[in-house]
């Protein structure tokens, strides 16, 4: 009753304010403060690892000041915590982040930051809602039945809202009349673009701050990771790119029905709204639910798994934020699933619905590329194809020594490769002790860097781990990858054996075409002077019909010589090798300009 009561309130204040009043402009005095905190926190941070990491290191020792090390990261984190949930914007996505990298951080820093996924307050409901018919162009009550008052979520960009949608706003399907249908309405919070311009200006001056320091400057292009993060946070500020984007992950997943985008009202979506159609699934984390609608949760993991693999390496477009309130599982019926050709394995059907596209990440053709050999070598154990893949991609510093790296690799592989995820973060201390030993001197130089590309597929790949080792403990990466791996590396080679014939029956035709005018000329100036072993005489007139025929046959070598470049071209550029196939048509070209002088 209470909420039925809210929404008959919120309706009847969007009735009588048709035309809410504009929205008060942000003072330069808040975005000033809000870079002076910032940045004094900042100045504060390099400053403590000046002291301590530089001055005390010398003055006590490394050992002594390792042992307080992880008490310092964890005040830094609550301080930053507290920053970040009161000021917002960049800073709570930023946090986001680093709460995610597992690889990077300790499990207490990760836990002091893991409160920032729900620590966002949110705007005032009249606010929004003003703003949101400012968007629409319209009183709400003329777009929704409802409109819950209450957000549902309270992002650091956005806020999110459960309403019934007009009829008149659902498009027709399957011939029915349209329907009221449930949808979700994100609507963006006040001044976010000069809110985050201002913390991306915070960030970077810090980030000049930490450049400072040799060691830092030397593994991690910060300016290039801060630039990936500025786009990808830009990109998600406008909510027409995030409705594209769903309409882009939707086509490349239209071949596979057991994968669901819920539709987007691109009619009622504007850069600061977005309204979506409701996903009323199970969470993909909640494992009561799906033991009760009887989803199998090894067939979720690997279902999971597999869209990632082809997001990544297929389609080079993949959903950088696959936490769990953006996934989910819809149970299906046999009947139905039958029907829409979802695949039956073990437990009950299911299609698995991802929603929330303005984090995703692009990947470029060759880094893809690159990446299928990195994990065509992991899953082959081939810790020298390994280490030459990760030097493509940009792993090591410029002097690595390569085949240490490579010795320390074939040691990881003999003794983790095959384990489960969840086994991995139970490897005894004497066991890891033992390689540090035999390895110091890789661990002491570090010759390891983060390259560019990889700031939200290692985001996603750190949380994705930690989501599939809840839904399946026992899921093991390695067996999983084995099948892309294999279709990969015959994919690979099939097309070098198919390369190396196009380019030698290329380079046969080009023999063949290239000698064939010259051989016409040398048997006619024989033919004419004499030379060849005839038994005849040839006449005066017989010798001038023989200059005819020289002169046809001469131009159908040349149209030979057309046709066999123009065909070799054709083949290399069908395979991909644009370079030799372009060399080729511009000799064809000319080929078939000396077939025209010929005529």
């Known amino acids: 009753m209470l909420a039925e009561a809210a929404t008959h309130n919120v309706t009847s204040q969007a009735q009588t304010s048709t035309q809410p009043a504009p929205e008060p402009p942000l003072h330069p005095r808040v975005l000033k403060r809000r870079a002076r905190r ?65 690889d990077l951080l300790p499990p207490e820093v990760i836990a002091e930051l893991s409160g920032l996924q729900d620590a966002v307050p949110p705007e005032p409901t009249p606010v929004v809602l003003a703003r949101l018919e400012r968007e629409l162009g319209r009183p709400l009550h ?49 001044h976010m673009e000069a809110i985050v311009s201002t913390d991306l200006k915070s960030l970077r001056t810090i980030v000049g701050w930490l450049k400072l320091y040799e060691p830092i400057r030397r593994r991690v292009n910060l300016d290039a990771l801060v630039k990936e993060f500025a786009d990808v946070v830009f990109e998600e500020l406008d909510y027409l790119r995030e409705a594209q984007n769903a309409e882009t992950f939707h086509q490349n997943f239209l071949h596979d029905p057991g994968v669901r985008v819920p539709r987007v009202y691109h009619t009622l979506t504007t850069k600061r709204v977005i309204v979506l159609k409701n996903v009323e699934d199970i969470k993909i984390t909640d494992f009561e639910g799906l033991a009760h609608a009887g989803v199998s949760r090894r067939e979720v993991a690997r279902k999971l798994f597999e ?5 990544v390496f297929t389609h080079g477009f993949f959903h950088a934020d696959p936490h769990p309130g953006n996934l989910f599982v819809q149970p299906l019926d046999v009947e139905t699933a039958r029907a829409w050709h979802v695949p039956i394995g073990e437990g009950r059907p299911f299609r698995l619905t991802y929603v929330d596209f303005g984090m995703m990440g692009r990947l470029p053709p060759n880094f893809v590329r690159e990446l299928r050999e990195f994990i065509i070598a992991v899953t082959l154990k081939d810790a020298h194809r390994w280490t030459l893949s990760a030097q493509r991609l940009g792993f090591f510093l410029p002097g690595a020594d390569l085949a240490r790296v490579e010795q320390a690799i074939a040691q990881l592989f003999d003794r983790f490769w095959g384990v489960a995820l969840s086994d991995l973060s139970n490897v005894e201390f004497e066991e890891m002790y033992r390689f540090g030993l035999e390895f110091r001197d890789l661990l002491f130089s570090l010759p390891f860097q983060i390259p560019q590309n990889v700031l939200y597929l290692g985001r996603a790949a750190n949380i994705l781990a930690g989501m599939l080792t809840a839904l399946d403990p026992e899921f093991n990466p390695w067996q999983a990858l084995q099948p892309f791996a294999q279709q990969a590396e015959q994919q690979r080679q099939l097309s070098q054996r198919t390369l190396s014939a196009v380019i030698s029956e290329g380079a046969r035709l080009l023999r063949q075409a290239a000698q064939l005018p010259s051989q016409s000329e040398t048997f006619f100036a024989r033919a004419l002077s004499g030379q060849l072993e005839v038994r005849a005489q040839l006449s005066p007139s017989s010798t001038d019909d023989l200059r005819r025929i020289e002169r046809s046959v001469d131009r159908l070598a040349w149209a030979l010589v057309f046709a066999a470049l123009t065909l070799g071209s054709a083949m290399l550029l069908i395979n991909d090798v644009v370079w030799a196939g372009v060399v080729l048509l511009v000799v064809a070209v000319l080929a078939f300009a000396r077939l025209l002088l010929r005529s």
């Open 307 to 311: 869209t990632y693999l082809e997001q």
């Open 38 to 102: 910032a940045l004094w926190f900042g100045a504060r941070m390099v400053l403590s690892f000046i002291f301590w990491e530089v001055l005390m290191v010398r003055l006590l020792g490394r050992a002594r000041v390792e042992q307080t090390r992880l008490e310092r990261l964890v005040r830094l984190a609550r301080r930053f915590r507290d920053l970040a949930v009161d000021l917002g914007g960049v800073w709570i996505k930023l946090g986001q982040f680093l709460s995610s990298r597992v």
């Open 142 to 190: 003329a777009v929704f039945e409802e409109f819950e008052p209450e957000p549902v979520a309270a992002a650091s960009f956005g806020q999110v809202y459960l309403a019934t949608l007009r009829p008149e706003f659902v498009p027709q399907r399957n011939g029915k009349p349209p329907a009221p249908e449930r949808v979700v309405v994100k609507v963006q919070r006040a």
